[in-house]
């Protein structure tokens, strides 16, 4: 292991070893079933603490690249052969569950509210402004910074579009897309996602969902152009794919096929690193990443942006670049300051941490009982 880890970098030293141990295993350097060097091994190779090694592995195992053997060490459980195999994976039969109505995730209203004051009382007259037909670049500047920092997803302003909500924006890429192309679905998956392709009489499949995410032998055998997936957790079953699973999805798209990337609740993670994103671990541009702002801040904040490849900025400006932004000035200036004052930052992170402690708690009582 010959691993440089830099000082004057300001990426942690941790997420510097994270990285370049996950290049090497997706590289195939340390292969399906084989042993990482104990964190000993590893500290007194990089030069770190194994404090330091232990926060990476610890990443690696949330993620799904390794896992932890009782007195035995790490091993490696990603394959990129993942995914070639047919058949081996259960068809879940899941019912969606009623959506709490305060599970305490929203921001809180003080400081929705003190932000909105400050909004008014500083910006009277841009509030009244036009938006502009991708969005305010108050809030695109600020998402893009965010996004960098918090997810690792590297974009231009341009890339960015702001809308009024995920059916909205959902909509907005058919148009791009085209509606003659086949898209495929989860299997189950979010009513509105059908319900808008009926309205629109797009042709789309569903492929079944196995323990986790789409099963192998159903993706592989789809004739689809486009694959619509929420990785993070699919709803309604709650399904997150792994890393092997991430990997293959890109595998399958392959530099023609496109994947829509709805990231739905990724915010809330109990991971110490969000999972990774097909936008940023795509390297055919062939990804769109989208999100909103209806968990994590209110669920009456229609708002929502996506991420285009940068290979179709052109042509949407060219398809759709005449479509007015659906999002009032307001509410987008509003985000923008709670995104680039860090309050976003806070609550996510305080949620994060309350979702942490409940876990760890029920571990407990599972370890006593």
């Not at 323990?211 to 709803?235: K, Q």
């Not at 209806?294 to 290979?311: D, E, F, N």
């Amino acid at each position: 292991m010959q691993y440089r880890i830099d000082g004057k970098e300001k990426t942690p030293a941790y997420l510097q070893l994270y990285r370049r141990l996950r290049e090497d295993i997706v590289g195939g350097v340390y292969l399906y079933g084989t042993k990482l060097p104990s964190k000993r091994v590893t500290a007194a190779e990089t030069g770190v603490s194994t404090i330091t090694v232990e926060r990476a592995y610890e990443l690696l195992t949330d993620e799904g690249y390794i896992e932890p053997r009782e007195r035995s060490g790490y091993f490696v459980v990603f394959r990129t052969s993942d995914g070639f195999v047919g058949g081996g994976e259960s068809v879940l039969q899941v019912e969606a569950a009623p959506k709490s109505r305060n599970d305490g995730t929203e921001l809180p209203f003080g400081v929705l509210a003190r932000t909105m004051r400050r909004v008014i009382s500083e910006c009277a007259q841009t509030v009244m402004e036009r938006s502009p037909n991708k969005g305010r670049t108050e809030l695109r500047e600020a998402l893009k910074r965010y996004l960098a920092a918090s997810r690792g997803i590297t974009a231009d302003v341009e890339q960015i579009v702001i809308g009024s909500g995920s059916e909205y924006l959902y909509g907005l890429v058919t148009e791009l897309l085209g509606k003659e192309l086949l898209y495929a679905v989860e299997s189950p998956t979010y009513k509105k996602i059908e319900q808008l392709y009926n309205a629109l009489e797009i042709k789309y499949e569903k492929l079944a969902m196995g323990t986790n995410g789409i099963e192998s032998a159903a993706l592989w055998s789809s004739g689809a152009d486009v694959l619509h997936i929420s990785p993070y957790r699919s709803f309604p079953s709650g399904i997150s794919a792994d890393a092997s699973k991430r990997h293959e999805y890109l595998r399958w798209a392959g530099e023609r096929r496109i994947i829509i990337e709805d990231d739905f609740e990724s915010e809330f993670s109990v991971s110490q690193k969000p999972e990774d994103t097909l936008f940023s671990l795509t390297a055919n541009d062939n990804v769109i990443y989208m999100n909103t702002f209806t968990r994590t801040v209110s669920r009456s904040l229609r708002v929502g942006y996506m991420i285009l490849p940068k290979k179709l900025t052109a042509e949407f400006e060219r398809k759709l670049g005449f479509y007015s932004c659906t999002v009032p000035t307001f509410e987008q200036l509003v985000l923008a300051e709670l995104i680039a004052g860090g309050d976003f930052e806070r609550h996510i992170n305080r949620v994060r941490r309350k979702k942490r402690k409940e876990l760890d708690g029920k571990t407990d009582r599972r370890e006593v009982f």
